[in-house]
């Protein structure tokens, strides 16, 4: 008597499943999806656009610092510079050794002079006769010997002024200005300390733009592209209101260790809003 039980049992299970294929069927033929396709978020970090750490070019003793930390500079302002007097004065050597130039003056005025001569004898030889030939030839020479001579101090003159363009880039290489706009967020040098090259001394931040970094699932990195717009949400009360951002990077490869891909959003900050560091999310809709 046990086996038509089992029987009606299994028999009904079949019906049952075949109804709901039959349900999923109707619903997807009457244009509802059976299944809802879920959204996805992703947080990552901001960061600053540009994000620089200075050093010098030269070793050196540090002579004055120009900035404090929190200060908002100019492109190419001042920051530090080394204690350079030797330099200097090698420079101010060489400005005036290429200021002088009495005897380039001089030798000038002679050949022109020299050479109104010239062609006043060559005349008078050929019309009048009046003036021998040795005559025209020893102002030949002599024209010849100052054009020699201006020649020599105009190439002395050429090396004087590559000698003050070194002399004045010495100068330069103990300046460390700042590259582009930003805030100084670091300073670990001061005034008498030493300061080598390859050290980090300066720490310049440019927020005017931040960039959201965010590592997101392949499925969902095809579905970006660059320039795309996108909502970021901060995780900031001062800023409750999502910022609209730009796609600016999608990696072309997929981490191997997470199976993610990277991808950054620009976000304008003339207003200094955002805060490089605070944590961030941009929600993708899934698709059905």
Not at 194 to 219: H, I, K, M
Not at 223 to 237: F, K, P, T, W, Y
Request: aromatic fraction near 2%; include cysteine; charge should be positive.
């Amino acid at each position: 008597m046990a086996i038509p039980l089992n029987f009606s049992t299994s028999t009904g299970a079949r019906r049952r499943g075949m109804l709901r294929s039959m349900a999923v069927v109707v619903a997807v033929a009457a244009g509802v999806p059976a299944v809802h396709a879920q959204a996805s978020e992703f947080i990552g970090i901001v960061h600053p656009l540009r994000d620089l750490k200075l050093s010098v070019h030269v070793g050196g003793v540090i002579d004055e610092v120009h900035v404090a930390v929190g200060q908002r500079i100019a492109a190419g302002q001042l920051i530090l510079r080394q204690e350079a007097r030797l330099q200097v004065g090698e420079r101010e050597r060489r400005r005036l050794i290429l200021q002088d130039t009495s005897e380039l003056q001089s030798i000038d005025q002679r050949r022109q002079m020299i050479g109104a001569l010239v062609r006043d004898a060559e005349a008078l030889y050929q019309r009048a006769g009046t003036v021998s030939r040795d005559e025209v030839v020893k102002l030949r020479l002599e024209l010849e010997a100052a054009n020699g001579r201006w020649e020599q101090l105009r190439e002395s003159e050429r090396r004087e002024r590559a000698e003050l363009d070194l002399a004045e880039r010495e100068v330069t290489l103990r300046e460390l200005r700042a590259p582009i706009a930003g805030v100084v967020v670091a300073l670990e040098r001061h005034v008498g300390e030493w300061a080598a090259p390859g050290d980090a001394l300066v720490r310049l931040v440019d927020d005017a733009v931040c960039e959201l970094r965010v590592n997101v699932s392949a499925a969902a990195a095809r579905r970006l592209g660059n320039g795309q717009s996108i909502a970021v949400r901060l995780e900031d009360a001062a800023l409750p209101a999502p910022v609209n951002g730009r796609v600016t990077y999608v990696a072309p490869v997929i981490d191997a260790a997470s199976s993610l891909v990277e991808v950054r959003v620009q976000m304008p900050n003339a207003e200094r809003r955002i805060r490089p560091g605070v944590k961030a999310r941009i929600r993708l809709d899934g698709q059905s």
